[in-house]
């Protein structure tokens, strides 16, 4: 079976950090490319980051560039998005997703289609 697992939310204060983790199981994990996105109460679906360690690509949104990190372990199948001075702003559910590698070798990754999702993680930012 395919899976997803997001794990490392938590609670925090404004300027803390975290690390969430993605644990991916069940698919080629080489295969394909590897998104975080987030979703906070009353709000859509907000695109994070996504990386493709096969090709050496990676994307953030702007409101997370230079505060937040993704990285991946191929090896464990697991990426990570290390989260730095976080705001208050970043409270949300935070899910991951697998899609295809077309997508951000052409730097689509915003009309990307995902295949593959799992249930997220609570991270809230106390200000």
């Known amino acids: 079976d395919v899976q997803l697992q997001a794990s490392g939310g938590g609670l925090v204060q404004a300027g803390g950090s975290l690390r969430l983790s993605c644990a991916a199981s069940?698919?080629?994990?080489?295969?394909?490319?590897i998104a975080w996105y987030r979703q906070a109460p009353g709000k859509g679906r907000e695109e994070v980051s996504c990386?493709?360690?096969?090709?050496?690509?990676?994307y953030y949104t702007d409101s997370v560039k230079g505060r937040f990190t993704i990285s991946s372990d191929n090896a464990k199948m697991t990426v990570y998005l290390q989260m730095d001075s976080l705001k208050a702003e970043d409270t949300a559910v935070y899910f991951c997703?697998?899609?295809?590698?077309?997508?951000?070798?052409?730097?689509?990754?915003?009309?990307?289609?995902?295949?593959?999702w799992g249930q997220g993680t609570q991270v809230t930012v106390s200000s």
């Open positions: 069940g698919f080629s994990f080489d295969d394909y490319a």
């Open positions: 997703a697998a899609f295809s590698r077309w997508f951000i070798q052409r730097g689509q990754w915003g009309v990307a289609v995902y295949r593959y």
């Open positions: 990386i493709s360690s096969t090709d050496g690509i990676s």
